[in-house]
């Protein structure tokens, strides 16, 4: 742990908010739960060393804490009270190793290069290194390691470069190497890729086969600067009209870019090259004309591989210009004018993404433009006089710079000094143990999440999300920082969605394409972790199939009853399916219940009405998928006219078995009637015999109505009697009835 110099703190007044009280009976509070919450604002920018008060919450001192930016030393610190340089910007002249030492390189024209470093954030500064060397033009830094340190400069007409590697407080020169020996050598530029360790060199100078020109040269070390390549040209102009100066080289996606100028008679480009199949490529940033000098560029890529490049042109004053580049140098923003002038430009970004360019304004001594969330905004802080700022570049992006980010700059004649602030913060880390890549989804099948989540730093929340695909992202865990912290969650596939319990995630997802889950942890300095991802494929529950037979009646039914038959089956095999039958209103009834196949039932006739009818029938899976099919029967009634009927009736005595009958009917006149009994014993074989009527006899006060009377005796009691009566009409037209039928037995 360090100490921050200034730490910025503000502390409000806690005020107890009751937000909730617990009742154990309805006469008595035994117990309430208190929120606290902030107050008014008492005091800020108060100095504590880190981890002394909470990063926002009550401490206990009853007081609110709200923890700022580690801030820079106040005043500035003095880097050195000698007469060195900052000057030129293709390079960078102020880095930060690995355990937080910062490291500045300053030279004295034709005298000594000297590192400095600070131990403190740049509040003291010690001498770490002084080489006498005439340094004649430029020198710039970059970290190689945590000890080592690479140092580009030139020394009259030659381009030289060291390795420097650290021993306490005190930083030892290695083997000087000439990479170059060109006329007139013009700045020089160094970087590093964060992923390889490769260096790149560049710098401008005159020489053959094209030494009428000033062309950007460069050589490239794959070895941490053990060797260098043979010096080659990335311009290759020779003509007398045409100079290209201020190297920049910035890298990107392991491919080196190079920024610089080039006059042409009476025109300046700021112009980017780089190599694409093996050829060199330039695209143009910006063409000034009318003799608007241009230089001094500077530039940056931030942690989305955007390079950024700064640079001056001269009008009524030098004023800054801006442009970007998204796809490493290929095409570029159209260049932004800034307000005010400025000389000098220095751009840095920070691990949040935000731009940040320094730059000399004669009129109020610093201007600082920050870029952050789509707009600039312009800064002038009360620093004095600060001439030639070079700022700190930070390519691990571990480092969130405040108003002023690091810088050194020259104070006065005498001085160079060191500005800025930047606060340090590891970003959390996030492990998945489940689910696995790759995975497939059925239905009501679950995808299980479970890992940790860790942050190092003290007094800071840490916040786990978690999303599918580019839906909202959802809370997986909270807890403080330097707390393992355990992630689980369940979710489940059904319906073609993912559910959190009741809660869809997701819209319907299709099958067939790579779903994402993504996993990542934010603390509350918005620092996040490396997303963690996993891929998912999901295969929806589909509707079970159903198929129904050609339904064979049609025409006239002779039988009371009919079959309706089919299959069902299910795509995903599940393990069982239903099948029911509704016909007309009625309730639904089950048919079958099995793992799919043939199937079949009876309708009655009886169940159908008079006109159209509808049968549903439906197959249900066991997670609720449906399949149905609907058929249409029309019921007709056909009236056919009887012409002959016979009518059977049972007689049963009262005593079991009778010996005679007495029988009365009452009839139309004209009905043709037969009368016919049978009296047997039970079980034998009926026998009947035609009876004549003993009287027939008009009924009084009826037209047409009369009454017959027959009277039959056996041998001996029976018990099975029946009555048979017949009749036949000669059409349809006629219509007689028998109106009555009584009797006595004996």
Same mark, same amino acid.
């Given at each position: 742990?360090?100490?921050?110099?200034?730490?910025e703190?503000?502390?409000d007044p806690?005020?107890?908010?009751?937000?909730?009280t617990?009742?154990?009976d309805?006469?008595?509070?035994?117990?309430?739960i208190?929120?606290y919450?902030?107050? +008014?604002?008492?005091?800020s920018?108060?100095?504590?060393?880190?981890?002394?008060y909470?990063?926002?919450?009550?401490?206990?001192d009853?007081?609110?804490?709200?923890?700022?930016?580690?801030?820079?030393p106040?005043?500035p610190?003095?880097?050195?009270?000698?007469t060195?340089?900052?000057?030129n910007?293709?390079?960078?002249?102020?880095?930060?190793l690995? %355990?937080?030492?910062?490291?500045?390189?300053?030279?004295?024209?034709?005298?000594?290069?000297?590192?400095?470093?600070?131990?403190?954030?740049?509040?003291n500064?010690?001498?770490a290194m002084?080489?006498?060397?005439?340094?004649?033009?430029?020198v710039?830094?970059?970290?190689?390691?945590?000890?080592?340190?690479?140092?580009?400069?030139?020394?009259?007409? &030659?381009?030289?470069y060291?390795?420097?590697?650290?021993?306490?407080d005190?930083?030892t020169?290695?083997?000087?190497?000439?990479?170059?020996?060109?006329?007139?050598?013009?700045?020089?530029?160094?970087?590093?890729?964060?992923?390889?360790?490769?260096?790149?060199a560049?710098?401008?100078?005159?020489?053959?086969?094209?030494?009428?020109?000033?062309?950007?040269?460069?050589?490239?070390s794959?070895?941490?600067?053990?060797?260098w390549?043979?010096?080659?040209?990335v311009t290759?102009?020779?003509?007398?009209?045409i +100079?290209?100066?201020?190297?920049?080289?910035v890298?990107r996606n392991?491919?080196?870019?190079?920024?610089?100028?080039?006059?042409?008679?009476?025109n300046?480009t700021?112009?980017?090259?780089?190599?694409e199949?093996?050829?060199?490529?330039?695209?143009?940033?910006?063409?000034?004309?009318?003799?608007?000098?241009?230089?001094d560029? $500077?530039?940056?890529?931030?942690k989305?591989?955007?390079?950024?490049v700064?640079?001056?042109?001269?009008?009524t004053?030098?004023f800054?210009?801006? $442009?970007?580049?998204?796809?490493?140098?290929?095409?570029w923003?159209?260049?932004?004018?800034?307000?005010?002038?400025?000389?000098?430009? &220095?751009?840095?970004?920070?691990?949040?993404?935000v731009?940040?360019?320094?730059?000399?304004?004669?009129?109020?001594?610093l201007?600082?433009?920050?870029?952050?969330?789509?707009?600039?905004s312009?800064?002038?802080?009360?620093?004095?006089?600060a001439?030639?700022?070079?700022?700190?570049?930070?390519?691990t992006f571990?480092?969130?710079?405040? %108003?002023?980010p690091?810088?050194?700059?020259?104070?006065?004649s005498?001085?160079?000094?060191y500005?800025?602030?930047f606060?340090?913060?590891t970003i959390?880390?996030?492990?998945?143990?489940?689910?696995?890549?790759?995975?497939?989804?059925?239905e009501?099948d679950t995808?299980?999440?479970?890992?940790?989540?860790? %942050?190092?730093?003290?007094?800071?929340?840490?916040?786990?999300?978690?999303?599918?695909?580019?839906e909202?992202r959802?809370?997986?865990?909270?807890?403080? &920082?330097?707390?393992?912290?355990?992630?689980?969650?369940?979710?489940?596939?059904?319906?073609?969605?993912?559910?959190?319990?009741?809660?869809?995630?997701?819209?319907t997802l299709a099958?067939?394409?790579?779903h994402?889950?993504?996993v990542?942890?934010?603390?509350?300095?918005?620092?996040?972790?490396?997303?963690?991802e996993r891929?998912?494929?999901?295969?929806?529950?589909?509707?079970p199939?159903?198929?129904?037979d050609?339904?064979?009646?049609?025409?006239?039914?002779?039988?009371?009853?009919?079959?309706?038959?089919?299959?069902s089956?299910?795509p995903?095999?599940?393990?069982?399916?239903?099948?029911?039958?509704?016909?007309?209103a009625?309730?639904?009834?089950?048919?079958?219940?099995?793992?799919?196949?043939?199937?079949?039932?009876?309708?009655?006739?009886?169940?159908?009405?008079v006109?159209?009818?509808?049968?549903?029938i439906?197959?249900?899976?066991?997670?609720?998928?449906?399949?149905?099919?609907t058929?249409?029967?029309?019921?007709?009634?056909?009236?056919?006219?009887?012409?002959?009927?016979v009518?059977?009736y049972?007689?049963?005595?009262p005593a079991?078995s009778?010996?005679?009958?007495?029988?009365?009917?009452?009839?139309?006149?004209?009905?043709?009637?037969?009368?016919?009994l049978?009296?047997?014993?039970?079980?034998?074989?009926?026998?009947?015999?035609?009876?004549?009527a003993?009287?027939?006899?008009?009924?009084p006060?009826?037209?047409?109505?009369?009454? %017959?009377t027959?009277y039959?005796?056996?041998t001996?009691?029976?018990?099975?009697i029946?009555?048979?009566?017949?009749t036949t009409?000669?059409?349809?037209?006629?219509n007689?009835?028998?109106?009555?039928?009584?009797?006595?037995?004996?």
């Amino acid at each position: 742990m360090y100490r921050h110099s200034a730490k910025e703190y503000t502390y409000d007044p806690t005020v107890t908010v009751p937000v909730n009280t617990v009742y154990k009976d309805a006469s008595k509070n035994t117990s309430s739960i208190i929120d606290y919450s902030k107050g +008014s604002l008492v005091q800020s920018n108060i100095v504590a060393e880190d981890g002394t008060y909470p990063s926002n919450g009550r401490h206990s001192d009853g007081y609110w804490y709200i923890k700022g930016a580690a801030v820079g030393p106040l005043p500035p610190g003095t880097v050195t009270n000698e007469t060195y340089s900052t000057i030129n910007t293709g390079g960078r002249k102020l880095i930060r190793l690995q %355990d937080g030492t910062l490291v500045a390189v300053v030279f004295l024209n034709n005298s000594f290069i000297k590192v400095h470093i600070s131990k403190d954030n740049g509040v003291n500064w010690t001498q770490a290194m002084a080489l006498g060397i005439a340094a004649s033009v430029d020198v710039c830094i970059v970290p190689i390691n945590a000890i080592q340190v690479g140092l580009l400069y030139s020394y009259g007409s &030659s381009i030289r470069y060291r390795t420097l590697t650290r021993n306490g407080d005190n930083f030892t020169a290695g083997t000087e190497m000439v990479l170059d020996n060109p006329s007139n050598p013009h700045r020089v530029s160094l970087e590093i890729d964060p992923n390889t360790g490769h260096l790149y060199a560049a710098w401008s100078g005159q020489k053959t086969p094209y030494a009428t020109s000033h062309n950007i040269i460069r050589s490239i070390s794959t070895d941490k600067g053990v060797t260098w390549s043979a010096a080659s040209f990335v311009t290759d102009f020779n003509v007398s009209s045409i +100079s290209c100066v201020f190297a920049s080289v910035v890298v990107r996606n392991n491919q080196p870019i190079y920024i610089y100028r080039m006059t042409d008679a009476t025109n300046y480009t700021i112009l980017a090259r780089f190599l694409e199949n093996g050829s060199w490529v330039q695209k143009t940033i910006f063409l000034a004309q009318n003799n608007q000098i241009m230089g001094d560029n $500077s530039a940056v890529v931030d942690k989305d591989g955007v390079i950024h490049v700064v640079w001056t042109r001269s009008e009524t004053y030098n004023f800054l210009w801006y $442009s970007k580049s998204l796809d490493g140098g290929k095409t570029w923003s159209t260049p932004a004018k800034f307000v005010k002038p400025g000389n000098y430009p &220095s751009i840095t970004v920070d691990k949040n993404n935000v731009v940040k360019i320094v730059a000399y304004q004669p009129t109020s001594g610093l201007l600082v433009y920050t870029f952050n969330n789509g707009n600039w905004s312009d800064y002038t802080p009360p620093t004095g006089v600060a001439t030639n700022p070079q700022t700190l570049v930070d390519n691990t992006f571990k480092l969130a710079f405040g %108003d002023i980010p690091p810088i050194i700059n020259m104070k006065d004649s005498k001085t160079v000094q060191y500005q800025g602030s930047f606060t340090t913060n590891t970003i959390p880390s996030v492990s998945l143990t489940s689910p696995s890549n790759n995975q497939t989804l059925y239905e009501n099948d679950t995808i299980n999440i479970s890992g940790d989540a860790y %942050d190092a730093d003290k007094d800071q929340s840490v916040t786990v999300f978690y999303q599918i695909n580019g839906e909202q992202r959802k809370v997986l865990a909270t807890n403080v &920082s330097q707390t393992q912290i355990t992630l689980s969650k369940q979710l489940t596939f059904k319906d073609g969605k993912l559910f959190d319990g009741e809660t869809a995630l997701t819209g319907t997802l299709a099958e067939g394409v790579t779903h994402k889950l993504k996993v990542w942890a934010v603390d509350n300095e918005n620092a996040s972790s490396v997303v963690v991802e996993r891929t998912f494929y999901v295969v929806p529950n589909r509707a079970p199939l159903l198929s129904v037979d050609a339904v064979v009646p049609a025409g006239v039914v002779d039988s009371d009853k009919f079959k309706i038959s089919g299959t069902s089956t299910d795509p995903d095999a599940n393990a069982n399916v239903k099948i029911t039958k509704k016909v007309n209103a009625n309730n639904p009834v089950e048919i079958y219940n099995g793992p799919g196949g043939a199937w079949e039932f009876d309708v009655s006739l009886a169940e159908l009405v008079v006109g159209e009818n509808t049968i549903v029938i439906e197959v249900i899976d066991n997670y609720g998928a449906k399949t149905s099919k609907t058929i249409k029967l029309k019921k007709n009634e056909i009236k056919t006219p009887i012409l002959h009927a016979v009518a059977r009736y049972k007689i049963t005595p009262p005593a079991g078995s009778a010996k005679g009958v007495l029988l009365f009917i009452e009839r139309d006149e004209d009905m043709d009637l037969k009368v016919e009994l049978s009296m047997t014993l039970a079980g034998e074989q009926e026998q009947y015999e035609t009876l004549a009527a003993d009287n027939t006899a008009p009924m009084p006060n009826t037209n047409g109505i009369v009454e %017959d009377t027959f009277y039959y005796e056996a041998t001996e009691p029976k018990d099975n009697i029946i009555l048979k009566l017949s009749t036949t009409r000669p059409d349809a037209t006629v219509n007689h009835k028998i109106h009555l039928i009584s009797g006595a037995v004996e």
